[in-house]
């Protein structure tokens, strides 16, 4: 059997140890009649050779989808660096003295995800970016005064679910969602400037799920009479070229950075990050690895702020989570170590470039976006099922439908341009509309 | 274990001491002792009404989280603030520099639930058993 | 410890952070350029560069390697954490997981695929289990005890009953009470009795109209089986409770006994720990979560619903659903890797594992009692806890034991939980372990025992070979230097030495 190693002669020596007969002894503490006593109907084992026949799966060729997830560029030494068996197969870094390689890359990342939000200091990871929002308007929850969550509902449709799901249980806050403008895709600031007020915690995304830019600084204006103040980024590529959201002066800044280094991956592993002003950082979640020494006083690193967490404050934890998503931010930190500042800057200008060239080809085949403002990345344009599913057929990937979330937007198609697109990639689009 | 004869005592380990119909709390040196390196404290607001028995702050050392609660109701009027800088000073100095808060307290005779030195020796001689 | 042989020598490496070889120009990397460059002009954009380090390739791939080489991980050596299950993680789990790496969660075909898996996957979970339905989205184990929480409070919510409490026994691992409350529980711990199992007398003392469940890990993490849960399940019943159960031990159980079976309404299972998925220095896992047929209507959304052609779709029109708990579907490529795993082995192969696996701890239970307090003598599955009682005599704690282990070339095992037991040494070998190893270990484990007697200063000032002497955590704390930005103001900052 595989990964096993006991021979015939081992199994007798062990069992002569422990003084039993036969290895079901182990078992007779488990009552009779919960003996399971059937085979488990699961099939195998198959050899390496069958599971690689097993397990195939071609993706289409040409895609056009973000919304939350996106394709770029990963450097080789990603995938080299990340599949080394110290960092892969490692547990959580309980134990800082055989620990320093997984402590120091997250301390890195942490350093990093800090100085491109803008922000003091960033956590170690959250599973994705919907739960780093669910979590922080629970940390915003438990601050004094917070009675209403408000959140645009230009943010990412899944992102708002998961912070209703988080929330359902937290009588004390309410989670209400503000309007967008239907002709920009933007916030209406008429309506933030009505609602927001010291009760509320208000959370933007930016750039918005639409690939819109939110008019930030006027929107922080407005949030200055908030009690609390968050911007989310779902495309951390964005940071790499946009006013870093910390100059907008939220209490938090969070989001997912599977940009950093991550692949698509059918929808996860994703990672999702936490930063924030230095005075909430006793109220946040996940972990945090901070710089210190060893008996020598020669720099190490450890673990620390362990007492906001579940196995230290039990029920009164600041957050449920244990494992996060350590190897991905592994994978952030090394993509933009690769990448550099101008690599980076380069990607996200790109991005960019390569939206507005196809925005360009489909105005000249009549196909407007839906809102007319400035964007990153992503836009909406409309398209019916029908066409979408012809184009599927054939192998390529026009954008994410989103009417179901948005109803008021029919048959509203959420278009993204990375540079794995090709002018090629565009045409192809175009020719087949 | 250091247990100043001129104190009242809480089974909860923190220490009193009356100075004018005030009281100004503290931790044992069993406290310190037990929870070992203390690198963060954080006090309810000056001003603040607490309870008899209520948690009026909270000490941490690197694993655990402990409360501290006041022996007497009343409101706090002084708080230590610079140990919030320097948390270390509970394991140096739990008895003088490092006191937490002072209360007024609302009712003076509730000090006499408290212990006295050597009622509070033979208390942790009993919890040791 | 110098002289002794050590299986893994960590390299002398002090590594630099990687700010300090930055330079402006040093990254020459070409980067993907399919289209007109161009700043868009219709953007703010930020006037200066991102501040991230400016290196070369080679000294990226330098510097991380470097640091791996720092790490211990389990194919250095048994990684025998308790509750943890740290066993072996196939390299063709890995290989085939890449396979889907490049497929956006809007392809539908590709999905179709992919979705086929996780469907594959569920009903070898649910066969497992003796469950009935099964999620796969959440991503860890305690976002699965969370799932599972929300889902039993959405049940309890319906039956319009007020029930706000879960009970929890003080073994527990620390997320079951964190979980509860964000889920909108309140918790009451309750002792599981001097054998090291709740008996079910003790559970109809807390018992009351408020109880919405019992929430329970079997085995538990003494590693002991909770015997009495056919008669503790009846109970909450009667009493219109739930029973969850943690799944974290499950690979003691594997083909050997079913949650189903035991009367369990609600699970949740660690892919990560039981099904050899690699644990990443801290993620990403996968937490299932798995429930009886009446539980189902309040599971997750979406759901993965397979047509009479056997195409897969998800389906989101599900009224009763506690909602969405995770950005799209959860950590789609630990699952993968979970079902390779679970083909490779089969379903004899996986009560094999479960037979070594307590085959290869009650082995060690048996040596290391001779040296070691056991403080249960309840028969013991997968797992054990031992006590630094012994050693204490002499001074010496279980954390100075911790760190001795490391000079052998071991990763310690899970200290100081469960917090029933003081000084709790909690060693779980997993059946991916030999012979030879496992009597290396327990060599290592008795060295300690005899140097506590003879040596014990030499106990404190472990670990000497490390990569770095013991970390002061204290320091940690009271300075907070949690980026590279923020410790330049103070001068003890460790970076400059």
């Not at chain 1, 946009?242 to 800044?253: A, E, M, R, T």
């Not at chain 2, 203390?38 to 009404?49: P, R, T, Y």
Request: glycine share 8%; net charge negative.
């Amino acid at each position: 059997m595989a990964y096993l190693s006991h021979t015939k002669d081992t199994l007798a020596a062990m069992l002569s140890t422990i003084g039993i007969d036969d290895p079901e002894d182990i078992f007779s503490s488990l009552p009779q009649e919960l003996r399971f006593s059937g085979r488990l109907d699961i099939p195998g084992p198959l050899d390496e050779e069958s599971l690689r026949r097993e397990f195939t799966c071609e993706p289409s060729r040409v895609v056009f989808a973000g919304g939350g997830i996106y394709r770029h560029h990963i450097p080789a030494l990603v995938d080299a660096i990340a599949s080394r068996q110290e960092f892969l197969t490692a547990y959580t870094p309980y134990q800082p003295e055989i620990s320093q390689g997984t402590l120091q890359a997250i301390f890195e990342f942490q350093s990093m995800m800090a100085a491109l939000t803008g922000m003091d200091v960033s956590n170690a990871s959250m599973y994705d970016g919907a739960t780093a929002l669910a979590e922080a308007a629970l940390m915003a929850s438990r601050m004094k005064g917070i009675r209403r969550i408000l959140v645009t509902r230009s943010t990412h449709p899944t992102y708002r679910s998961v912070l209703k799901t988080y929330l359902a249980h937290s009588p004390q806050v309410e989670v209400v969602e503000v309007p967008f403008e239907i002709a920009t895709g933007r916030t209406d600031l008429k309506s933030f400037e009505g609602m927001v007020g010291p009760d509320a915690a208000v959370f933007v995304q930016q750039p918005n799920y639409f690939g819109v830019i939110e008019p930030m600084e006027k929107l922080a204006r407005i949030a200055s009479r908030a009690g609390f103040r968050g911007i989310i980024v779902t495309e951390a590529i964005s940071l790499g070229v946009l006013k870093s959201p910390g100059s907008f002066g939220p209490d938090i800044v969070l989001g997912d950075a599977q940009s950093f280094g991550n692949p698509p991956a059918a929808g996860g592993p994703l990672l999702g990050f936490l930063c924030v002003k230095r005075e909430h950082i006793r109220r946040i979640p996940g972990r945090i690895v901070g710089l210190t020494r060893d008996a020598d006083e020669r720099q190490a690193f450890c673990l620390t702020l362990a007492t906001r967490e579940q196995h230290i404050r039990r029920e009164k934890a600041t957050s449920n989570i244990c494992t996060n998503q350590g190897l991905c931010a592994l994978r952030a930190a090394l993509y933009l170590s690769a990448m550099g500042p101008q690599g980076l800057r380069q990607v996200a200008s790109q991005c960019a470039a390569g939206t507005r060239y196809l925005m360009r080809l489909l105005g000249e085949k009549g196909v407007s976006p839906y809102f007319n403002a400035p964007v990153f990345h992503e836009f909406v344009i409309r398209m019916d099922d029908a066409r979408r599913s012809a184009l599927e057929e054939s192998g390529i990937i026009p954008g994410i439908p989103i009417s179901s979330h948005y109803p008021e937007l029919e048959d509203a198609l959420l278009v993204n341009v990375t540079e794995m697109n090709t002018k090629e990639d565009c045409r192809c689009l175009i020719e087949r509309l | 274990m250091n247990i100043p004869d001129d104190l009242l005592y809480t089974q909860d380990h923190e220490w009193g001491r009356i100075e004018d119909g005030t009281l100004r709390v503290g931790i044992t040196d069993y406290a310190a002792t037990e929870l070992g390196d203390i690198v963060f404290v954080e006090f309810v607001e000056k001003g603040s009404h607490v309870a008899k028995g209520e948690a009026f702050g909270t000490i941490e050392s690197v694993k655990a989280v402990s409360e501290v609660y006041a022996p007497a109701s009343g409101t706090v009027t002084q708080i230590n603030e610079p140990l919030a800088d320097t948390p270390e000073l509970l394991n140096q100095d739990c008895y003088g520099d490092a006191w937490m808060v002072v209360i007024e307290m609302d009712d003076p005779s509730e000090v006499k639930d408290l212990m006295d030195a050597p009622a509070y020796e033979e208390f942790l001689a009993q919890e040791a058993k | 410890m110098s002289d002794r042989a050590t299986i893994t020598r960590f390299p002398e490496i002090r590594e630099p952070l990687l700010r300090a070889r930055s330079a402006a120009g040093k990254n020459t990397r070409p980067c993907p350029a399919p289209f007109d460059a161009a700043d868009p002009a219709d953007l703010d954009i930020a006037e200066k560069l991102p501040d991230i380090p400016d290196v070369s390739e080679v000294e990226t791939v330098r510097h991380f390697t470097r640091l791996s080489r720092l790490n211990y991980g389990i194919d250095h050596g048994m990684y025998p954490l308790g509750s943890c299950t740290m066993k072996y993680n196939p390299k063709i789990s890995e290989e085939l997981a890449r396979r889907f790496q490049a497929v956006h969660p809007a392809d539908t075909r590709a999905m179709n695929t992919v979705l086929g898996y996780c469907a594959l996957l569920q009903g070898y979970l649910r066969e497992i289990c003796g469950m009935d339905a099964c999620c796969l989205w959440p991503a860890a184990g305690a976002h699965g005890e969370l799932t599972g929480m929300m889902t039993i409070k959405k049940a309890v919510e319906r039956s319009g009953g007020a029930r706000t409490k879960v009970l929890i026994p003080d073994t527990a691992h620390g997320t079951n009470p964190a979980s509860c409350t964000i889920a909108g529980f309140t918790t009451e711990n309750i002792p599981s009795g001097k054998q090291g199992y709740l008996s079910a007398s003790t559970l109809r003392e807390h018992l009351d109209g408020h109880v919405a469940a019992l929430m329970i890990t079997n085995p538990n993490t003494l590693g002991i089986f909770e015997r009495e849960i056919q008669e503790i399940a009846r109970l909450l019943h009667d009493n219109g409770s739930y029973l969850y159960m943690d799944g974290a031990n499950l690979n003691a159980i594997l083909g050997i006994a079913r949650p189903g079976d035991m009367g369990v309404d609600c699970m949740h299972i660690n892919l990560h720990k039981t099904f050899g998925t690699p644990h990443g220095g801290g993620g990403p896992g996968s937490g299932p979560v798995l429930v009886t047929k009446e539980l189902e209507r309040f599971l997750p959304s979406p759901v993965i619903v397979c047509d009479d052609s056997g195409n897969h779709s998800l389906n989101w029109d599900r009224p009763d659903s506690i909602g969405m708990v995770h950005s799209c579907l959860g950590n789609v490529n630990v699952l993968i890797r979970a079902l390779v795993y679970l083909l490779s082995l089969g379903g004899e192969g996986l009560r094999e594992v479960s037979l070594r696996a307590g085959l290869n701890a009650n082995y060690l239970k048996s040596r290391l009692s001779r040296c070691f307090d056991l403080p249960l003598d309840t028969p013991t599955l997968h797992e054990f806890v031992l006590s630094d009682r012994y050693q204490k005599e002499h001074g010496v704690t279980t954390m100075d034991m911790a760190k001795a282990l490391m000079e052998f070339g071991f990763h310690p095992p899970t200290v100081y939980f469960p917090l029933v037991v003081p000084g709790a040494i909690m060693v779980e070998p997993t059946e991916t372990e030999s012979l030879e190893e496992l009597d290396r270990f327990a060599q290592a484990m008795e060295t300690i025992a005899a140097m506590s007697r003879e040596n014990p200063q030499t106990l404190h000032e472990t670990p000497q070979a490390c990569p770095v002497k013991r970390v002061d955590e204290v320091w940690a704390a009271r300075n907070l230097v949690l980026t590279w930005g923020a410790g330049e103001s103070n001068e003890e900052d460790p970076v400059s030495k």
